[in-house]
């Protein structure tokens, strides 16, 4: 299987830092409000351009926006692993390959993943500076490591990873231990709704 994980709300908790990020680099764009925790649990489209639009950007700077919040993340970002997250990475790293795909910035996910020790557990980061949905990356990663939809998961803690996920024709997983609710998820249907990690090793242990 190709498991496709998001990163920040599923991964790492990184709520508090992500927003102190989000408000640093809205400091550079007077005409915005600054973000605020409930942006992050209700936004339907969890990417830092849809975040600048939401607190009142538009075209250009909405984009440079999104790239202040990457360079933010460049400067100091430090997260802690979920509880049991590195146990059931490196189970099931032994069967399936891991990929994530992220809002975050690549680099940056990447080394702090290193610096967490789960690194060599997974395969390849995708990060928001792409500048493509989830869907197409998801779409991008089956086809360079040869997997077919049938055999891949999307697993995510907001609306929009559960319908990139449908939207690529993938298994969908949603987990309720990140950014956003677990009735809100739950009204995306997924395939799947899990409270802790361990359950990811039941739905597909080998």
């Known amino acids: 299987m190709l498991i496709n994980f998001d990163y920040d709300g599923v991964i790492v908790d990184s709520f508090d830092e992500l927003l102190d990020i989000a408000i640093r680099a809205s400091e550079e764009f007077p005409a915005s409000r600054k973000p605020a925790k409930e942006d992050f649990h209700s936004i339907e489209n969890l990417t830092f351009l849809d975040l600048g639009q939401l607190i009142g950007l538009n075209g250009d700077d909405a984009k440079q926006y999104s790239d202040a919040v990457f360079s933010e993340q460049k400067k100091s970002w430090s997260v802690s692993l979920f509880p049991t997250i590195a146990e059931v ?5 032994k069967y399936h390959t891991l990929v994530v795909i992220t809002a975050s910035e690549s680099q940056v996910v990447s080394e702090n ?8 557990t997974i395969t390849k ?78 739905i597909y242990p080998k």
């Open 113 to 120: 993943l290193t610096a967490l020790g789960i690194r060599d």
């Open 125 to 202: 980061v995708l990060g928001g500076e792409l500048g493509l949905s989830k869907s197409d990356r998801i779409d991008m990663v089956c086809k360079e490591l040869g997997f077919e939809k049938c055999e891949t998961l999307m697993v995510g803690d907001a609306i929009s990873d559960i319908r990139q996920g449908k939207l690529a024709n993938v298994t969908t997983v949603a987990v309720t231990w990140g950014f956003q609710d677990k009735q809100l998820l739950a009204r995306e249907q997924p395939d799947f709704q899990i409270s802790e990690p361990a359950e990811l090793l039941e």
């Open 89 to 93: 990475f490196s189970e099931l790293s």
